[in-house]
C-alpha cells in the first residue's frame, strides 16, 4: 500500500446557531464557523500513521467551492501530502460520490477512506456509494484498522458483538472513532501546509437526484412537569391525555 486518499468535507462547528434564510429553504451561512468535519479527521489520522516513515502518501479530496480551502489547508497542516478539491457545490451523497469515483478512476489509490458520517447531514452514504460506483469492496463504520503491504484488517461493531474482515487492497472504508485519535496541527506543519500541492478540478456532469424542500428546526424544548414518586395515578394521566404514550 502506497497511496491513501481520504474523503474529507466542511461542517458546521458543532456550537454553531443554526438559522435558515429563503423561507427556510437555504442554511443560513453568515456567521458559521465551518470545520473539518471531526469524523474525516479521525480518517485523515489513521492514513497519516499508515505512511508514516515514507511508506506512502496521503491525498485529501474536498467537493466544494473556494470557501473550503481553508479546512483543505488544515487537512495538510495535519499531514496531509497533497490534496484535490472538485470545484463544485455538494448538492448531495450521491454528487459527493460520483465526482470523487469519476476522480479516482482517472487516479487510482490503495486505500480510500472517508469518516463514518458528516456531522451535518449524518447520512453515512458516501463510502458505501463510493464502493458501488468504483466496483470495490466497501466497509462502514470501522472502528479499527491494520495494514500490511497486500491487505487490511478491519474491525466493525455489530449488534451483539464485534466483526474482524481481511480485506485485499484496494478497497474503501468509513472510519468511526476509535479508529485513531484526531491530530493537531504544529507550527512545523501549519507553514508547510501554504506550499503543500491543492489541485482544483472542474467537477463532471451528472443529475442531481435529490432536492432539499425545506428545512425545519426541533420544536422548543416544552415545559417540565414534575411528578411524586407516590403519584402514580397523575403520572399514567399525564402519560395518557399529554404525553400519549399510552
Same mark, same amino acid.
Given at each position: 500500500m502506497s497511496k491513501i486518499l481520504v474523503c474529507i468535507s466542511n461542517v458546521p462547528d458543532t456550537t454553531t446557531k443554526i438559522t435558515f434564510t429563503d423561507n427556510n429553504t437555504q442554511f443560513n451561512t453568515n456567521g458559521v464557523q465551518f470545520i473539518l468535519n471531526p469524523y474525516d479527521e479521525i480518517a485523515l489520522a489513521r492514513a497519516i500513521e499508515l505512511t508514516d516513515g515514507g511508506k506512502g502518501s496521503v491525498t485529501v479530496i474536498n467537493v466544494g467551492e473556494a470557501n473550503t480551502e481553508a479546512t483543505i489547508r488544515k487537512a495538510l497542516a495535519i499531514g496531509a501530502t497533497d490534496a484535490v478539491r472538485i470545484n463544485a457545490k455538494p448538492h448531495d451523497a450521491w454528487y459527493v460520490a460520483y465526482q470523487i469515483?469519476?476522480?479516482?478512476?482517472?487516479?487510482?489509490?490503495? #486505500?480510500? &477512506?472517508?469518516?463514518?458520517? +458528516?456531522?451535518?447531514?449524518?447520512?453515512?452514504?458516501?463510502?458505501?456509494?463510493?464502493?458501488?460506483?468504483?466496483?470495490?469492496?466497501?466497509?462502514?463504520?470501522?472502528?479499527?484498522?491494520?495494514?500490511?503491504?497486500?491487505? @487490511?484488517?478491519?474491525?466493525?461493531?455489530?449488534?451483539?458483538?464485534?466483526?474482524?474482515?481481511?480485506?485485499?487492497?484496494?478497497?474503501?472504508?468509513?472510519?468511526?472513532?476509535?479508529?485513531?485519535?484526531?491530530?493537531?496541527?504544529?507550527?512545523?506543519?501549519?507553514?508547510? @501546509?501554504?506550499?503543500?500541492?491543492?489541485?482544483?478540478?472542474?467537477? =463532471?456532469?451528472?443529475?442531481?437526484?435529490?432536492?432539499?424542500? +425545506?428545512?425545519?428546526?426541533?420544536?422548543?424544548?416544552?415545559? =417540565?412537569?414534575? =411528578? +411524586? @414518586?407516590?403519584? =402514580? @395515578?397523575?403520572?399514567?394521566? &399525564? #402519560?395518557?391525555?399529554?404525553?400519549?404514550?399510552?
Amino acid at each position: 500500500m502506497s497511496k491513501i486518499l481520504v474523503c474529507i468535507s466542511n461542517v458546521p462547528d458543532t456550537t454553531t446557531k443554526i438559522t435558515f434564510t429563503d423561507n427556510n429553504t437555504q442554511f443560513n451561512t453568515n456567521g458559521v464557523q465551518f470545520i473539518l468535519n471531526p469524523y474525516d479527521e479521525i480518517a485523515l489520522a489513521r492514513a497519516i500513521e499508515l505512511t508514516d516513515g515514507g511508506k506512502g502518501s496521503v491525498t485529501v479530496i474536498n467537493v466544494g467551492e473556494a470557501n473550503t480551502e481553508a479546512t483543505i489547508r488544515k487537512a495538510l497542516a495535519i499531514g496531509a501530502t497533497d490534496a484535490v478539491r472538485i470545484n463544485a457545490k455538494p448538492h448531495d451523497a450521491w454528487y459527493v460520490a460520483y465526482q470523487i469515483a469519476q476522480y479516482v478512476k482517472a487516479n487510482p489509490f490503495d #486505500l480510500i &477512506l472517508t469518516g463514518r458520517e +458528516s456531522i451535518d447531514y449524518n447520512g453515512s452514504k458516501v463510502a458505501g456509494m463510493l464502493g458501488e460506483l468504483l466496483d470495490l469492496p466497501s466497509v462502514s463504520i470501522i472502528k479499527k484498522l491494520d495494514a500490511t503491504d497486500s491487505e @487490511a484488517t478491519v474491525e466493525r461493531e455489530i449488534e451483539g458483538g464485534k466483526e474482524v474482515l481481511t480485506i485485499p487492497f484496494p478497497f474503501v472504508a468509513g472510519c468511526a472513532e476509535g479508529v485513531a485519535e484526531p491530530k493537531i496541527p504544529n507550527m512545523r506543519g501549519i507553514m508547510s @501546509a501554504r506550499t503543500k500541492p491543492l489541485a482544483i478540478v472542474e467537477p =463532471v456532469e451528472v443529475q442531481t437526484l435529490s432536492e432539499i424542500i +425545506s428545512y425545519e428546526t426541533p420544536a422548543p424544548r416544552g415545559q =417540565v412537569n414534575l =411528578v +411524586s @414518586a407516590d403519584d =402514580v @395515578a397523575k403520572l399514567v394521566d &399525564l #402519560l395518557h391525555t399529554e404525553a400519549r404514550v399510552i
